[in-house]
C-alpha cells in the first residue's frame, strides 16, 4: 500500500526521560482501572481460568507485577452471557448476566464484533465520542449517521421486571445515541425531529436500504443552496451519495420542485416523517437545472453548493481509493479531511486527529478506559516481542494489541500503524494507519483477508477452469462498488462459468460475517468477474520491470490492487466479462 505523504507537523523523535515515566504512570492507572473494575466480578473471582492470575495478581503492588490479562475471545465470554440466541430480540435475566460479566450492565452490543460497550469513566470511550461526533447545530451540514439497530435483548431482574433495554448495532449508532442520551423507548417521537443546522431528518437515520438512505440525503442536501459541510463515518459514503446526483439528477430536482418524495424502497412509516421536511422549491429546482450535470469537472460541486468548505470521513486503508476523485468533484478551496478520531469497535476512541485543521493523517494516541500495546511486525507473532509506548521506534510498524475495560480481553486488533514521532506537550505516540493485517480488501467499511480472497476463488475454479494467478479491484463501474475479480484461467471458460459472481457473493456471505452485513444493507455489491488475457500476469511482472527498474525476480504479483496506475493496467487486459456484469 503506497503510505500518504509524510506530514509536516513538527514532532518528537526521541522521548525524554520524564515523558517516558509519565508514559508509564499513565499506563499504571489505566491497567490498575481495569483490573479494579474487573476484579470485583463474580466470575474474575471464581473462575478456573483465572486462577494462575488471581495467584500472582497484587491489586495494591506496583504495575510491573500485574500479568497481562486474557479470558478467552470475545464471542466465548458473549456466549456465557447471552447463550446462544440469534432472535431478533431476547430476554435474559439480569443478576445471571451481572454475575457472568461485570458489575454495570452494557450500553450497548456491537452487531458485527459482538463486544458490550460500557461507561465506565467520565471520559470513557463512550462519552469522550463528543470529539469524534461533528457539532450537531450550528451552520448547515450534512451529516450522515444511521440510528438502526438489529436486534434488542431485555434485561430482567429477579422479579421478571425489565431494568434496561439493550440493543445491537454499529459502533458509531450505539455511541451516537449514548453521547446525545437518545433511547430507543423515545425514538417514536425522535424521528420525528430535525436537528438544528441539519439538512436532513433523522428519520432518515432509521432507512435499512443504503440506496435510499443515500438519496434521501442528496434531496435534502442539494435542496439547500447554503450547505458548508458534509460528514460522514466513511469517506465513501460521500463519493456513493455523488455519484447518485450524477444518475438520478432529474428525478432528485424535480422532487425539490414538487416538494414530494420519489417512490423509494424501505421507508415504510418513515415516508411521513420525512416529507414533513420537504417543501416545494421551484427556484431551488431552476437553480438546479441550469447548473446541470457536469461529471468530471473540477469543483462542479462547489456550483451546487457555493457555501460548500468542509467534507469529512474515515479515508484511511483501502477508502483512500476515491480520495482524488472527491477532491476532484469539491474543487481546490473545500477541505477534504479524515475523521477526527482513531476508533475501533472493541475500543470505541483510541486516538484523536493530531492537528486535523491541517488536513492530515496524523493521530494521537490516548485512551484512558484501554491499555495498547504494540507488536513489532518484523518481529515474530509472539507475546515476548510486544512493545510499550515508551520504547517505539519511530518509522517502524507495529500492530495495535487491545486490552480492554469492558471484559480484560487482550486482542489484537489488526490494524498496522507507522509510528511518526511524539506529542512534544505530553509524548503520545503520533501514529499514521499503514493497514489491515491480514484483512486487506475493504469496498465499504468490511474485512476480507488475502487468504479468504484466495479460497473464494478456489470455490470457482470448478465452473470457471483453473486460475493460473488473480487480482482484486474495486469495481466501481456501477452503485454500489463491489469486488473485481481478474482472472488469468489456464484455459477457456466453462460452460457454467457465467454463475461464478454469484458463487463468489455466496461463499463471501457464508464465511466473513463483515461482508455479510454490508452486502445485505447494499454497501457492497455482488462481485464482479472478468478474464484475463493469457500471459498478462507475466507481462505484467515485465512492465513493473521496466516502469520501477527493480530484479526481475523481485516482482510480486498483488491479490489486492489498490494502485490505481497498476488497476487501470490491468484492466485493459480484460478480454471477456463473465456474468451478465451488473449483479445487484
Not at 475500543?347 to 492537528?355: C, H, M, S, T
Amino acid at each position: 500500500m503506497t503510505p500518504s505523504p509524510t506530514t509536516t507537523t513538527p514532532v518528537l523523535q526521541i522521548l525524554a526521560t520524564q515523558q517516558v515515566e509519565e508514559l508509564k504512570q499513565q499506563m499504571c492507572r489505566t491497567l490498575g482501572n481495569l483490573v479494579n473494575t474487573n476484579s470485583r466480578t463474580t466470575y474474575f473471582r471464581d473462575a478456573p481460568l483465572l486462577a494462575r492470575y488471581r495467584a500472582e495478581l497484587r491489586l495494591d503492588t506496583s504495575c510491573d507485577s500485574v500479568l497481562a490479562p486474557g479470558i478467552g475471545t470475545p464471542e466465548v465470554i458473549l456466549a456465557r452471557s447471552l447463550g446462544t440466541s440469534h432472535c431478533p430480540h431476547t430476554r435474559i435475566i439480569g443478576h445471571t448476566y451481572h454475575v457472568l460479566e461485570v458489575p454495570v450492565l452494557p450500553v450497548f452490543y456491537g452487531s458485527v464484533k459482538y463486544f458490550p460497550k460500557y461507561v465506565h469513566l467520565k471520559k470513557s470511550p463512550i462519552t469522550s465520542m463528543g470529539a469524534s461526533i461533528p457539532e450537531m447545530h450550528g451552520p448547515t451540514k450534512c451529516i450522515m449517521f444511521s440510528l438502526r439497530y438489529s436486534h434488542t435483548i431485555d434485561v430482567l431482574d429477579t422479579a421478571q421486571c425489565v431494568v434496561r433495554t439493550i440493543t445491537f448495532s454499529i459502533g458509531s449508532a450505539g455511541g451516537l445515541r449514548a453521547y446525545q442520551g437518545w433511547k430507543i423507548e423515545n425514538d417514536t417521537e425522535l424521528v420525528k425531529t430535525r436537528l438544528s443546522g441539519q439538512v436532513t431528518p433523522i428519520a432518515v437515520a432509521f432507512i435499512k436500504p443504503y440506496y435510499t438512505f443515500l438519496l434521501l440525503h442528496a434531496l435534502f442536501a442539494m435542496g439547500e443552496r447554503t450547505l458548508d459541510t458534509f460528514n460522514t463515518i466513511f469517506i465513501t459514503a460521500f463519493s456513493d451519495l455523488v455519484r447518485l446526483i450524477e444518475t438520478r439528477w432529474e428525478d432528485l430536482v424535480r422532487a425539490i420542485e414538487t416538494g414530494q418524495i420519489p417512490d423509494l424502497e424501505g421507508l415504510d412509516g418513515l415516508r411521513p416523517h420525512i416529507q414533513a421536511y420537504l417543501r416545494p422549491r421551484p427556484d431551488r429546482a431552476e437553480e438546479l437545472r441550469r447548473i446541470g450535470v457536469n461529471m468530471g469537472a473540477v469543483g462542479w460541486l462547489k456550483q451546487i453548493w457555493p457555501n460548500l468548505t468542509l467534507v469529512s470521513g474515515n479515508a484511511t486503508g483501502g477508502l483512500s481509493t476515491v480520495l482524488p476523485w472527491v477532491r476532484n468533484y469539491v474543487g481546490p478551496t473545500v477541505s477534504v479531511v479524515q475523521t477526527v478520531t482513531y476508533a475501533s469497535s472493541e475500543a470505541g476512541q483510541i486516538g484523536a486527529a493530531y492537528k486535523p485543521e491541517s488536513g492530515g493523517d496524523l493521530y494521537k494516541i490516548g485512551s484512558t478506559d484501554n491499555v495498547l500495546e504494540y507488536l513489532d511486525i518484523e518481529q515474530p507473532e509472539s507475546a515476548e516481542y510486544i512493545t510499550q509506548a515508551w520504547d517505539l521506534e519511530v518509522g517502524k510498524k507495529y500492530e495495535v494489541i487491545l486490552t480492554t475495560r469492558s471484559g480484560l480481553w487482550r486482542y489484537r486488533l489488526g490494524d498496522v500503524l507507522e509510528i511518526v514521532g511524539f506529542a512534544p506537550e505530553d509524548g503520545s505516540p503520533l501514529i499514521r494507519f499503514w493497514e489491515r493485517r491480514n484483512a486487506v480488501m475493504c469496498v465499504s467499511a468490511e474485512f476480507v483477508s488475502e487468504a479468504e480472497l484466495h479460497r473464494a476463488v478456489g470455490s470457482i475454479e470448478d465452473i470457471v477452469g483453473r486460475v493460473m494467478e488473480f487480482s482484486v479491484v474495486i469495481d466501481d463501474r456501477w452503485f454500489p462498488r463491489r469486488y473485481g475479480f481478474l482472472l488469468e484461467l489456464k484455459s477457456e471458460p466453462g460452460p457454467h462459468s457465467h454463475a461464478a459472481p454469484c458463487r463468489l457473493q455466496e461463499y463471501l456471505f457464508s464465511t466473513n460475517g463483515t461482508f455479510a452485513q454490508f452486502s445485505s444493507d447494499s454497501e457492497v455489491g455482488v462481485p464482479s468477474v472478468r478474464v484475463l488475457a493469457a500471459g498478462t500476469f507475466s507481462e505484467y511482472r515485465s512492465w513493473r520491470v521496466r516502469v520501477s527498474g527493480g530484479g526481475s525476480g523481485q516482482i510480486k504479483v498483488p491479490t489486492v490492487v489498490y494502485n490505481p496506475e497498476v488497476r487501470d493496467w490491468l484492466v485493459e487486459h480484460v478480454v471477456q466479462e463473465l456474468g451478465d456484469g451488473l449483479q445487484k
